[in-house]
């Protein structure tokens, strides 16, 4: 893969493919609730599609129950067709969404991790995007889903890799490394691919991703900003210290990209500001002190995320 910072960055678009979700300031990014229409959002994706093209950035991030995400994508390459080949599109199933486009809705989100759920999203996706994703990823596997036990979606993940797409998964909550290393264990793995959270505050994954990039699979980091959280650094700070004058959420980014194991760190950009000041992170290793200063328990790290209100 390319080294040049932008061309291992990958635009996600969970934050502008439905109106509410779990990061800060989407008041000051978005503006007024009441205007996030469909037609709002799919204008402002395709904006920040048309800046990521522009900045080098070709690996771009949907899923099943990020609103229209899939949809919005797969307009906007209809309408530029020859920038397929250059883009690696990877998305996900398992989860549902059900908000209805509302803010107040009392459930966003509705995970399965079951055949007939794959059978019933996978046709979704294509038609969505138009065209086969790169790379589909069952949703948010965690010590509790029956993906990596069930015969049935593994058999359906080996079919859709000898088809030619490569199979991944994402991972979430404190139990991150258990599936990772679950996953490289199976019985002719299906999976090459692995999303997980990975950021200055919840870095609890990094050496199992270090051992399935050993295996040869891509790694792809997710939510390095903490869902907005590390976009600012109070006032006498451990992160206000260690940044030493780059802006946080710039600092947060690279010390991503200073990751051994990391092929590719997702921006959730929601505006082309934000994602030209992502664009010019640059890879800075951390001292090891320093960096374990920063983390915070996994545990308390996935209590307080679970807490985060739908804005």
Avoid at 153 to 176: A, N
Wanted: proline share 5%; charged share 25%.
């Amino acid at each position: 893969m390319n080294d040049a910072p932008a061309s291992r960055l990958g635009l996600g678009l969970a934050a502008v493919g439905r109106p509410a979700y779990i990061t800060t300031a989407r008041d000051d990014e978005l503006g007024d609730p009441a205007a996030r229409s469909v037609e709002a959002l799919r204008a402002r994706a395709h904006l920040l599609l048309d800046e990521a093209w522009a900045l080098g950035i070709r690996y771009v991030d949907a899923a099943r129950s990020y609103g229209h995400a899939e949809e919005f994508l797969g307009s906007w390459l209809a309408v530029h067709p020859d920038r397929r080949a250059a883009l690696t599109i990877g998305s996900k199933w398992g989860y549902a969404y059900v908000g209805g486009w509302r803010m107040d809705a009392a459930v966003h989100e509705r995970k399965e991790h079951s055949a007939a759920m794959f059978d019933r999203q996978w046709p979704e996706t294509l038609a969505a995007l138009g065209s086969r994703p790169d790379i589909y990823v069952i949703h948010s596997v965690t010590p509790d889903s029956p993906a990596l036990r069930d015969d049935a979606v593994l058999e359906r993940m080996r079919r859709l890799r000898e088809e030619g797409v490569r199979v991944g998964m994402s991972t979430s909550g404190p139990r991150q490394a258990d599936v990772v290393r679950a996953a490289l264990a199976l019985d002719d793995t299906p999976f090459t691919v692995v999303q997980a959270t990975w950021n200055l505050r919840e870095q609890s994954v990094a050496s199992s991703l270090g051992e399935a990039s050993a295996a040869g699979w891509t790694v792809v980091l997710k939510e390095v900003l903490a869902n907005g959280e590390l976009a600012g650094a109070p006032r006498g700070s451990g992160l206000e210290a260690a940044a030493s004058g780059t802006a946080p959420d710039v600092f947060a980014l690279s010390a991503a990209l200073a990751q051994p194991f990391a092929d590719v760190v997702l921006t959730g950009a929601t505006t082309v500001a934000h994602l030209r000041r992502g664009a010019g992170a640059k890879p800075v290793t951390l001292d090891d002190d320093v960096r374990r200063g920063l983390a915070h328990d996994p545990v308390d790290y996935w209590r307080r995320r679970a807490e985060r209100p739908w804005r």
